[in-house]
C-alpha cells in the first residue's frame, strides 16, 4: 500500500503493467480463471466487498475485479496479504507457485523447463549478448526498441521471463554453460553506457562461476563458422540432447543425430576460432575500463 502526501493512493492498473493474461496460454487462462474464482468466494464467504479487500491489500477496486475475473495476473504478495486478510489459511498462498509461471510467456516457460533438465547447454547469439545473460535493464532497454513496437506490458513480461530464466545460475548441481559472445555486441552501447558497462560487469561476475565459460569472438577474425546463425544445443542427464538453429531446420527444435552433430561440430570450430575464457575475461575487463 502507498501513501502519497499523507493520502492513501491505490494501486490501479496502469500502475502495473506487465501483468496481464495471455488469452492464447490456455493453461495461464485457466491458473488464473481458478485463482480467481477462489478469491472472490473467499471475499464473499467473510462478507467483505471489493473495495474494502482492495483497501486492505492496496490495490483498487478496478483491479480486485479484474483478478477476480481471471483478467489480471496476481502478484504473489498480493496472494499472501490477500490469504492473510480473507483468513483463507494458505489456500490463496499456496497458488504462487502456479501463478508465478504464468507472468512469463508461453514459449519461455517451455524453454525455461527444457534448461532447468539440462546437464549441459552450449549458446552462441550473433546479433546479441544472450538472454541468460542479461541485466534486467539491459533486456527492457533491447525490447524496447523493437519494430513495430511491443506494448509495455509485453515489454515487462518478456523481460521478467528472461530474468526469471537465470536461476539457471543457481541450480545444484549446476550445469555446465559455454557461451560464444560477438565482440561487436560488447561494444554497441544499446540503451546507454550506462547500461552497457552494467550489461559488462555482469558478464565478469558469471564469467568466474566454475560451471561457466565465456568466449568472445573478435571482430578481426578472417574465418568464422557462425555466420548461418545462433546456435543453442541442450544435452540431458540420460544422454538425449536437443538443438536450435536458423540454419538448422529452419531454426525448428532438432533431436535427431546428424542434425545435432551438425550443430556441434559448427559451435566446435566456432568456440577454436573466438578467444579462450581467459583472454575473453581479460577483454571484457578491457572493454569496460573504455566504456
Do not use: C
Request: no cysteine; charged share 30%; hydrophobic share 40%.
Amino acid at each position: 500500500m502507498s501513501v502519497d502526501g499523507g493520502a492513501q493512493r491505490l494501486k490501479t492498473e496502469a500502475d502495473e503493467p506487465g501483468w496481464e493474461v495471455d488469452p492464447d496460454d490456455d493453461w495461464g487462462v485457466a491458473v488464473v480463471a481458478t485463482v480467481g474464482r477462489q478469491l472472490r468466494l473467499r471475499r464473499e464467504a467473510v462478507g467483505m466487498r471489493a473495495a474494502e479487500l482492495g483497501t486492505a491489500t492496496g490495490y483498487g477496486e478496478d483491479l480486485i475485479y479484474k483478478i477476480e475475473s481471471g483478467k489480471r495476473i496476481p502478484r504473489p504478495e498480493f496472494l499472501d496479504r490477500a490469504d492473510e486478510v480473507l483468513g483463507a489459511g494458505g489456500l490463496l498462498s499456496a497458488m504462487k507457485e502456479d501463478v508465478a509461471k504464468v507472468r512469463y510467456p508461453k514459449k519461455v516457460r517451455a524453454l525455461a523447463k527444457m534448461e532447468a533438465k539440462a546437464v549441459e547447454i552450449q549458446l552462441y547469439d550473433p546479433l546479441n549478448i544472450h538472454g541468460l545473460l542479461q541485466t534486467p535493464e539491459y533486456a527492457r532497454g533491447l525490447l524496447l526498441m523493437r519494430r513495430p513496437a511491443y506494448t509495455q506490458d509485453e515489454v515487462e513480461r518478456m523481460a521478467a521471463g528472461r530474468v526469471a530464466r537465470q536461476s539457471i545460475f543457481q541450480r545444484d548441481p549446476a550445469p555446465e554453460l559455454s557461451f560464444v559472445l560477438e565482440e561487436w555486441t560488447l561494444r554497441r552501447p544499446l540503451g546507454g553506457r550506462g547500461l552497457l558497462r552494467a550489461q559488462l560487469e555482469r558478464l565478469l561476475e558469471v564469467g568466474q562461476l566454475r560451471n561457466v565459460e565465456l568466449q568472445v569472438m573478435p571482430m578481426d577474425r578472417e574465418e568464422h563458422a557462425g555466420l548461418a546463425g545462433g546456435i543453442e544445443v541442450l544435452k540431458f542427464g540420460d544422454g538425449s540432447a536437443v538443438g536450435r538453429s536458423a540454419a538448422v531446420a529452419n531454426g525448428r527444435p532438432v533431436t535427431e543425430p546428424k542434425q545435432l552433430h551438425i550443430l556441434e561440430l559448427r559451435y566446435g570450430i566456432i568456440r577454436a576460432q573466438a578467444l579462450t575464457p581467459r583472454e575473453s575475461i581479460a577483454f571484457i575487463e578491457q572493454l569496460l575500463g573504455e566504456t
